[in-house]
């Protein structure tokens, strides 16, 4: 069992910064891809980036390329998601989730473990 917690969001104006931290305990994270998900109130839960058990490989929904930056680090059984350049179109509440599989996920059906999600919003 994995549990996720999620920090770091808040209010922040648009073209604004935030981190987002995401600390598992339960299990370790070596062999797991990770992911951020996000959902506006009204809508699904859409896939924003993920990362490979390694670290080597992420993979970026096309709205946050070049803004958002997935990382992680396994000694500390934590990855991030640092936003650069936010817009109001971010604003969500923001889930970390972890996969049993090494590879790059991005539907939500390949997360077997989730956090509770954390508020971002982005005022214009």
């Known amino acids: 069992q994995v549990q996720l917690v999620e920090s770091g969001g808040g209010l922040v104006q648009a073209g604004g910064s935030l981190r987002l931290s995401c600390a598992a305990s339960g299990r370790t994270l070596r062999r797991c891809a990770m992911g951020w998900f996000r959902q506006a109130p009204g809508k699904e839960r859409q896939f924003v980036a993920s990362i490979s058990d390694s670290g080597d490989s992420t993979y970026y929904t096309d709205s946050v390329k070049g803004r958002f930056t997935m990382s992680r680090d396994n000694a500390k059984n934590t990855v991030y998601l640092q936003m650069n350049s936010l817009k109001p179109e971010d604003t969500a509440v923001y889930y970390c989730?972890?996969?049993?599989?090494?590879?790059?996920?991005?539907?939500?059906?390949?997360?077997?473990?989730w956090g509770q999600g954390t508020q971002v919003t982005v005022s214009s």
């Open positions: 989730a972890a996969a049993s599989r090494m590879l790059i996920a991005v539907v939500t059906g390949a997360y077997d473990y």
